[in-house]
């Protein structure tokens, strides 16, 4: 199968979406098919990296990146919140305009668009003509409001935020457009799901908008040995909407006999606020911040934590819960869009969205429930690791080829079977673009 995929995120050396948009490229290629991604320049350096430490791997020679550029007046847009918007557009026309030529010579099979996964701003490249695979794609779900005390700088992120998704799904007729030409729409969660099928889209499905990453495959469940201070992690980068004061107050709430610690990693725009919020919670004691880490060092912190905890209020599924899942932790969360959906009740306490005060209240009473019953901590982060090994990149792949099966996509590769080879599938040189 001849396949385009769209990533304008696309980078190895990262996570989130950057990461995931490349990691679809990569194992479609490592299942055997030809590939061919269209990308920006950001990640180039570390994708050269990647790709020429596996000069031997099949993969390698089937995967090929086609990096777009757009006028330099729209890079210096991108700096700004709602310049991304206008930097993401032009890149989708020019990226259009180098699809065409490629299909020229090509004769794409498939076209696969993954990132940006944002359901609000489309894909230009339904006009090639060929079957469109789009996401998983989130965009629909929404910061309660209840909540606003916990997100700084509501209006910016939040409010304008609901308003250029408001103003693009009901008068960008691309984006319908687009929908209804879509062979199969992916959606992160159940709410983007339920706006992708009233704008027109025929063929949706909830789909899971990452995997397991390859440093987790084999990994086996880390022997935890409870001790006398239950060691909760948060991992992300400090954006309004991860709302970790959520976090810190819920803490700041728990009962004195408990003998908890917080570490916070992750840096971001809120940075500069994180000193003066354990300072206004009281829990300075019992966090340490130690700002951005490598991913290596999130992994050895994974293994050396009881819990993961981590209340985002906007989100379509966090990579970090299936990092966290995969490394055995058990996981305190709120219990709406991607968490709701996908996390498995086995494996986690979930509080309800409904009052602040209350999840509060109820996050509060989950620590103390989770340093009450270390045994009950073991059997949830066994549940979780279960699930974990069940979403890794290769089950990701043939569950999406068995969605574009059902949708009518033809020429979609048989079910692999146990112990069978990919076939050897070269990718022609092509013009420079």
């Known amino acids: 199968m001849k396949l385009l995929l769209s990533a304008y995120a696309c980078d190895p050396a990262h996570g989130g979406e950057s990461g995931i948009g490349f990691h679809w490229g990569w194992?479609?290629?490592?299942?055997?098919?030809?590939?061919?991604?269209?990308?920006?320049?950001?990640?180039?350096?570390?994708?050269?990296?990647?790709?020429?430490?596996?000069?031997?791997?099949?993969?390698?020679?089937?995967?090929?990146?086609?990096?777009?550029?757009?006028?330099?007046?729209?890079?210096?847009?991108?700096?700004?919140?709602?310049?991304?918007?206008?930097?993401?557009?032009?890149?989708?026309?020019?990226?259009?305009?180098?699809?065409?030529?490629?299909?020229?010579?090509?004769?794409?099979?498939?076209?696969?668009?993954?990132?940006?996964?944002?359901?609000?701003?489309?894909?230009?490249?339904?006009?090639?003509?060929?079957?469109?695979?789009?996401?998983?794609?989130?965009?629909?779900?929404?910061?309660?409001?209840?909540?606003?005390?916990?997100?700084?700088?509501?209006f910016r992120t939040e409010t304008l935020r609901s308003a250029v998704t408001w103003v693009l799904t009901r008068f960008d007729p691309n984006l319908r457009q687009h929908l209804r030409h879509c062979s199969l729409v992916l959606a992160s969660n159940d709410e983007s799901a339920d706006l992708a099928r009233r704008l027109g889209a025929r063929h949706v499905r909830v789909f899971l908008d990452t995997g397991l990453p390859e440093a987790f495959y084999g990994a086996k469940l880390p022997e935890r040995h409870p001790g006398p201070v239950l060691k909760l992690l948060w991992v992300g980068r400090l954006y309004p909407n991860k709302a970790l004061p959520l976090v810190l107050d819920a803490l700041s709430r728990v009962a004195p006999r408990v003998r908890y610690h917080l570490t916070v990693l992750g840096d971001g725009p809120m940075a500069p606020r994180v000193p003066g919020w354990l300072a206004q919670y009281g829990v300075a004691d019992h966090v340490t911040w130690r700002g951005s880490v490598p991913w290596s060092e999130v992994c050895v912190q994974m293994h050396s934590h009881d819990v993961f905890f981590f209340t985002s209020l906007r989100e379509s599924f966090a990579s970090q819960f299936m990092e966290a899942m995969a490394t055995g932790l058990p996981i305190i969360t709120v219990n709406h869009q991607g968490a709701r959906t996908f996390i498995p009740a086995t494996a986690s306490i979930k509080v309800p969205v409904d009052n602040p005060d209350e999840t509060v209240e109820a996050l509060a009473r989950a620590v103390e429930y989770l340093y009450d019953h270390p045994q009950e901590r073991l059997a949830m982060g066994r549940a979780g690791y279960e699930f974990a090994l069940r979403q890794t990149w290769p089950d990701r792949i043939e569950r999406l080829f068995d969605l574009m099966r059902e949708a009518g996509i033809p020429n979609v590769p048989a079910p692999r079977t146990i112990g069978a080879a990919p076939e050897p599938a070269p990718v022609p040189e092509l013009v420079e673009q």
């Open 27 to 154: 194992q479609m290629a490592q299942r055997g098919q030809q590939v061919w991604c269209l990308t920006t320049t950001w990640g180039r350096e570390a994708i050269d990296e990647y790709m020429a430490a596996r000069p031997n791997d099949p993969a390698t020679a089937r995967l090929q990146f086609v990096y777009v550029t757009v006028p330099a007046f729209f890079e210096f847009l991108y700096q700004w919140q709602f310049g991304v918007y206008i930097h993401y557009m032009v890149w989708q026309f020019m990226a259009l305009r180098v699809a065409r030529k490629l299909d020229q010579q090509v004769n794409f099979d498939v076209v696969h668009h993954a990132t940006y996964s944002s359901l609000k701003m489309g894909s230009w490249l339904w006009r090639l003509g060929k079957p469109l695979v789009y996401g998983p794609v989130g965009g629909a779900q929404k910061a309660p409001i209840a909540f606003r005390r916990y997100v700084p700088d509501w």
